[in-house]
């Protein structure tokens, strides 16, 4: 009787089937994992959902595109502030630090979806030896003394089934550190427009005193000149000429100062602005005095609500919590399936087509005190970060006291400063009366003179200086200037017109 040739093992079917169906089962067997995973071990009262959109950073204007494009020469606050956000590199690198968070939070989510490997090997063993280690599933099987040659390639499929929340610790993890990225982004937004803006008002103090000092020298030029032909004249005393030449001096002093001090906030304020320092800018200013009337307690209850560091405090601390819950769950055991299908052949074992599955349950039971130490340091952090975010609560609290003091003591010197400068503009008029009448000498003028310059250069500071605490409240309560004043429809009060400079004595007069 003649043997009927050996057919081939062939694969069944339901196993072929099951690796074709895979890619189409898996995304809706893990389209509400992340769901589950947060469900798991939760500390109350910490609620996080990766759901939750990250603090968004606000568009900005078109007029910034267009500004890009072409260098400005001429800007508003608002244009100068648009600018730098769409120019400033640390805003850029904040931004890409959230890209960063998202990556790792795509990373982090990774071990919920199984894993696919495809092993080759070739093996050649002596008698005393089998042929290879066993897989996730099995190992050759031997059909003869020896020795033994295999090629086996095989599909390999890992997935962990549960694990006691480590996975869906680090998970939360990754999720919260991303919105944390976008908090700082957020408040990196708020800090670059306010340098902006606090450049920008330091641009528009020098150039405002660089103008005051400018008229002096002038001023000052004139008195000279009037003072030198009276002297010809025999009229004036004899140090009436050097007192006249001192303030010239002085106010010339003045203007190459505030020259060099509006260069350097030019500079500045193009650095801000993601620009060359060197490049030239003229600001434009056509603001109306805003009106400031809300209450210390007000900006505080703001302050705690809008700060974008409060909520980076509050996902800091269930970062901590998750990885002691993570921590918690290395004392447990990790449940995972793993699956194989692959071909094997070769030289006294069985050849054919190999296939298995497995569940496999993974228990610590000794590893020399690290998870004892990862559990510690775990509850240290969580402790930690209780504590920094009581030092953001005071440290908040304090800068918006401070901020708010100091725009209340600027809106008192403004209000001082404008009489003074009414008065300062009335002495000089009256004083160069009885000059051109001749009952008062240059000395009396320049004193005159020097007192309306003072006094409009404290009004200037002044003003400005109340912008800049404006701008900083906002900054410490974490919102735009704009929404905590409104515009003053009063405006300034007339100020008397520009008095005409000391007359000119004849030649030879």
């Not at 974008?308 to 901590?320: F, K, L």
């Not at 930690?384 to 209340?408: F, K």
């Not at 008192?412 to 400063?417: I, T």
Request: charged share 25%; net charge negative; with cysteine.
């Amino acid at each position: 009787m003649v043997p009927e040739p050996e057919q081939p093992e062939r694969v069944p079917r339901w196993s072929l089937l099951l690796f074709a169906l895979l890619p189409w089962l898996l995304p809706a067997c893990f389209a509400s994992r992340p769901e589950h995973a947060r469900s798991l071990h939760l500390d109350p009262p910490v609620t996080v959902s990766s759901s939750d959109p990250l603090p968004p950073v606000e568009p900005i204007p078109e007029v910034a595109a267009a500004l890009r494009e072409t260098p400005p020469s001429r800007l508003s606050l608002e244009e100068a502030v648009a600018f730098a956000l769409q120019n400033n590199p640390r805003l850029r690198a904040a931004l890409a630090n959230i890209d960063r968070a998202r990556g790792q939070e795509q990373a982090a989510f990774a071990p919920f979806l199984p894993q696919f490997d495809l092993f080759n090997r070739y093996v050649a063993t002596s008698p005393a030896l089998s042929p290879g280690a066993p897989g996730p599933t099995g190992g050759l099987l031997t059909d003869g003394p020896g020795p033994y040659s295999a090629w086996q390639t095989e599909l390999q499929l890992q997935w962990t089934l549960y694990d006691f929340g480590r996975t869906g610790s680090r998970y939360q993890q990754a999720v919260l550190r991303a919105q944390i990225a976008g908090w700082q982004a957020e408040r990196a937004r708020q800090t670059v427009a306010y340098d902006a803006a606090t450049a920008f008002l330091q641009g528009l103090h020098a150039a405002a005193l660089r103008t005051i000092a400018r008229d002096a020298v002038r001023q000052a030029e004139a008195v000279l000149n009037d003072t030198r032909q009276r002297r010809a004249a025999g009229v004036a005393e004899r140090d009436d000429v050097p007192r006249g030449e001192v303030q010239r001096a002085e106010m010339e002093d003045s203007l190459v100062r505030a020259e060099e001090t509006e260069l350097a906030a030019l500079a500045r304020l193009n650095n801000v602005l993601g620009r060359d320092a060197s490049l030239p800018l003229e600001l434009l200013d056509a603001a109306a005095p805003p009106r400031f009337e809300r209450t210390l307690a007000d900006c505080l209850e703001r302050a705690v609500a809008s700060r974008p560091e409060v909520a980076a405090a509050r996902d800091r601390i269930a970062v901590a919590q998750f990885g002691r819950q993570a921590a918690r769950g290395e004392f447990l055991p990790r449940v995972s399936w793993r699956a194989s299908l692959g071909h094997a052949s070769g030289d006294e074992i069985r050849n054919g087509w190999q296939r298995g599955t497995a569940i496999h349950i993974d228990m610590p039971l000794y590893h020399g005190g690290t998870h004892v130490g990862e559990l510690r340091a775990a509850e240290a952090d969580i402790r930690q970060a209780a504590a920094e975010a009581q030092v953001i609560l005071d440290s908040i609290s304090l800068e918006v006291t401070l901020a708010y003091r100091a725009v209340v003591s600027a809106r008192a010197r403004s209000k001082l400063a404008r009489p003074a400068v009414v008065q300062s503009r009335e002495t000089l008029r009256i004083v160069r009366n009885r000059y051109r009448n001749g009952t008062a000498t240059p000395t009396d003028v320049i004193d005159a003179e020097t007192a309306r310059t003072r006094a409009e250069q404290r009004l200037v500071s002044a003003s400005i200086d109340f912008r800049s605490a404006l701008a900083r409240l906002a900054y410490a309560i974490g919102c735009a200037p704009d929404e905590l004043v409104e515009p003053d429809a009063d405006g300034d009060p007339e100020a008397p017109e520009q008095l005409p400079p000391p007359r000119q004595l004849p030649e030879g007069g």
